[in-house]
């Protein structure tokens, strides 16, 4: 069973031109002009590009006395209308303190769900010999990324020499860690601060996480992962002083990663002074939304590379859990959606504004993360043999954004009102289609699956003929835990 993909333009993060594509099964058989197969899906006057890849999304987690109501159901589904057909979700370990526990419980709630393509990021929320001794494992099974959280003090915040450990064993194992990168002494500070002086309100969110807060963490992440001689990833990146540490260190040779969301790059700090208690706490999120100026910072970024990947962080609470903050805004449940308005957002506020090319878009949604997560170009990719994760993305289709029609069930949208001109007209997952604009498409719990991403090479070997030198000047090191290419 063969289907083809006709007429459209083929954009992948290199460039632009008009093919056809053949799927046979799974996979992209073949790329060119007037292919036939048994079924032809329309791509006349539309882009065909690779399917969206969300690195960055927290689906059913428990967090805050609560738990994210996004389901792997709606989640996945609403991923698909939105062109995204690959999620990457935080694995939190339990009580227990178990890595592989953790994935057990992830698989049994996630795999009978998802309706597309899913990952796994693990967090690393203290250290003890069991999480030293349970790290390969996780990335035997397919798991080469550990998140550490350097705030949410007295939850899952990590200490220094804890992230070092970790940042230690991650480039033994070949794996990347990520930071959530906030200070969470200060942050822990400044809300009792601005509680005290009756500051209770979602402004006292933002006035008690500034951008200092977040680049002094960055700048210390970069540090110690340099010490320990590993890559960083850093999540979340919403302001100019996490980005200019993420600048300097790449331009000293470092590899680090930085991934602004959609939401900080449309909204801002204004939100949260809204009138409105309950529009203001529904878009409380960590790190807050910044102003204009830290916007232009991101997207400066993004097209001169310094910044590589739009995500999400799509953790979604509803009106009803968000009031658990009335009383103040720390237990306010930090989170927002995006995942089903990512790629239509960014078209419309990048690419039509002329601030991102078509080809640049491709690459910060898909290709670039599918490169730094090792999934390339399994994803990320239109070339024979990669999975045909592909969406028929039609310039021409536009709708106002509202909750009302949407496939998340949170009973609210932060980009309420926001007009996109773009969306996708078909999404496939894997060859089959999942999403079909105007046709009534349904969730298909099941059908996704686990993509395993094996570990980059060990660093050990570049790793201690480095550090035996001490020399401030860099040396070539070999080839250790790196993505190719971004
Ligand atoms: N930030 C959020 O807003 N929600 C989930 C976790 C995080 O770091
Ligand atoms: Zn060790
Ligand atoms: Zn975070
Ligand atoms: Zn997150």
Sequence with gaps: MTKVIKGGTIVTADRSWKADVLIEGETIRAIGENLSGDEVIDASEAYVIPGGIDPHTHLEMPFMGTRAAETFTSGTFAAAAGGTTMLVDFVLPGPDGSLLNAIEDWNGRALPQISVDLGYHMAITGWSEQIHAEMPEVVKRGVNTFKHFM???????????????????????????LVHAENGDLVAALQEKYMAAGTTGPEGHAYSRPPEVEGEAA??????????????????????????????????????????????????????????????ARRVMSPPFRDRGHQDSLWAGLAAGSLQVVATDHAAFTTEQKRMGLKGFPSIPNGTGGLEDRLAVLWSKGVESGRLTPEEFVAVTSTNIAKILNVYPRKGAIVEGADADLVVWDPKLSKTITAATQKSIIDYNVFEGIEVSAQPRYTLSRGDVVWAHGQNSQP???????IPRPAFPSAHKALSAWKSLNSPRRIERDPQNIPSGV
């Design 151 to 177: 705030a949410y003090k007295g939850a899952l915040m990590v200490e220094d020499d804890e992230m070092f450990a970790s940042f230690q064993r991650c480039a033994e194992l070949g794996a990347l860690p």
């Design 219 to 280: 700048n210390r992440a970069i540090m110690i992962a340099d010490a320990a001689g590993v890559p960083l990833y850093i999540v979340h990146v919403s302001c100019e002083q996490a980005h200019e540490a993420i600048r300097r260190a790449r331009q000293k040779g470092m590899r680090v990663y930085g991934e602004p969301l959609i939401q900080h790059l449309v909204l801002d700090e204004r939100e949260y002074f809204h009138a409105d208690w309950e529009h203001a």
């Design 444 to 450: 298909q719990p099941g059908r996704g699956r686990f």
